[in-house]
C-alpha cells in the first residue's frame, strides 16, 4: 500500500523522464539527421523558386523592351516607304533618269537612301540587346545584304534572267534590293538564328509585330518580283520589258503593298491581345 501511494505521489514530470531515459541516443541521431535533411531539402527548393521567378521576370522584361507598338511599326513602315519614294524622286527630278530609261543607276540611287534607312531602324529591335550591340546588328545586317544579294542573283539566273557581260550590274543593283526587302530586316533582328528564320520564312509563323513586318513584306515583295517578270518574254516590244525593269517594279509594288498588310495584320494582332489582357 505504502508503495501504490508513493507512485501516486510521484509529480507528472517525473513519470514522464523515465520515457525521455528509455529513448536510444541512436533514434534520437536519426531524428536529427531526417530533420537536417528536411531543411537542406526546403533550402535547395527555395533557390529553384527563386531561380525560375529571376528567369521568368528576366524574360518578362525582355519581351516587354522588345515590344513594339503600333506607332512604332507604323512609323518604320511609313519611313521606309518614303525613302523608296525619295530615291526615285532623287533620280528623276535631279539625274532626269529612271528605271526605264538607266535601271543601274536608278537602282543605286534607291539603294543609297533605302538601305541605311532600313538597317538602322530594324537594327534598334535586335533579339537579345544586352548580348547584341547595336554596331554588331548593323555589321550583320551589311553581312545579310551581301548573301542575300548573292542567293537572289542565283536564284533570278536559275530562273531565266538574262546572263552577260552587259546585264551583270542590273542583276547586282536588283538582287542587293530584293535582298534589302527580304534579308536584311530578318539580319539586323534575328542574326544567325535559324530557329528564327525558318519560323519566319519556311513556316510564316510570326508572333510579334517586328516579325509580321519582316514576313509580309520579304514574302510579297518576292511574290511581286515574280509576277513582274510575267511579261518579259512577251512580244510586245515594250522597253520596260527589258531585264531587271518590271521586276524591280514589281518588287518594289509588292514591298509597299507587304507593308501595308503586315501593318493591318499588327493592328488586328495588338486588339486581339488587348482583349485577351481584359
Not at 534598334?124 to 544586352?130: A, I, T, V, Y
Not at 545579310?144 to 550590274?169: C, D, T
Not at 530578318?186 to 508572333?207: E, L, M, Y
Request: hydrophobic residues 45%.
Amino acid at each position: 500500500m505504502q508503495s501504490k501511494k508513493a507512485n501516486e505521489d510521484v509529480s507528472p514530470d517525473l513519470k514522464v523522464r523515465p520515457s525521455v531515459s528509455a529513448t536510444s541516443p541512436e533514434s534520437l541521431w536519426n531524428e536529427r539527421f531526417l530533420w537536417g535533411l528536411g531543411l537542406i531539402q526546403a533550402s535547395i527548393n527555395d533557390q529553384i523558386s527563386n531561380r525560375k521567378k529571376h528567369r521568368m521576370s528576366k524574360a518578362s522584361t525582355w519581351n516587354s523592351s522588345q515590344s513594339m507598338s503600333i506607332t512604332q511599326a507604323f512609323l518604320i513602315h511609313l519611313i521606309c516607304g518614303l525613302g523608296l519614294a525619295v530615291g526615285i524622286c532623287v533620280a528623276h527630278n535631279v539625274y532626269s533618269i529612271n528605271l526605264i530609261s538607266h535601271p543601274s543607276h536608278t537602282l543605286c540611287l534607291i539603294l543609297a537612301v533605302e538601305t541605311p534607312i532600313v538597317i538602322l531602324l530594324y537594327s534598334c529591335f535586335r533579339q537579345n540587346p544586352d548580348k547584341c550591340s547595336y554596331l554588331k546588328a548593323v555589321v550583320r545586317a551589311i553581312l545579310g545584304l551581301s548573301v542575300g544579294a548573292l542567293i537572289s542573283a542565283l536564284g533570278a539566273i536559275a530562273l531565266g534572267a538574262p546572263v552577260g557581260i552587259q546585264y551583270l550590274l542590273k542583276t547586282i543593283n536588283w538582287s542587293l534590293l530584293i535582298s534589302l526587302f527580304t534579308c536584311v530586316p530578318a539580319a539586323s533582328v534575328f542574326g544567325s538564328s535559324w530557329a528564327d528564320w525558318q519560323r519566319i520564312f519556311a513556316h510564316t509563323k510570326p508572333n510579334r509585330s517586328i516579325e509580321y513586318m519582316i514576313c509580309i513584306p520579304a514574302h510579297t515583295a518576292i511574290i511581286g518580283a515574280w509576277f513582274g517578270a510575267w511579261p518579259m518574254p512577251l512580244d510586245w516590244e515594250k522597253p520596260w520589258q527589258e531585264w531587271p525593269i518590271c521586276v524591280s517594279y514589281g518588287a518594289m509594288v509588292g514591298y509597299l503593298v507587304g507593308i501595308v498588310a503586315s501593318l493591318g495584320l499588327a493592328i488586328v494582332r495588338g486588339r486581339k491581345q488587348h482583349h485577351k489582357g481584359d
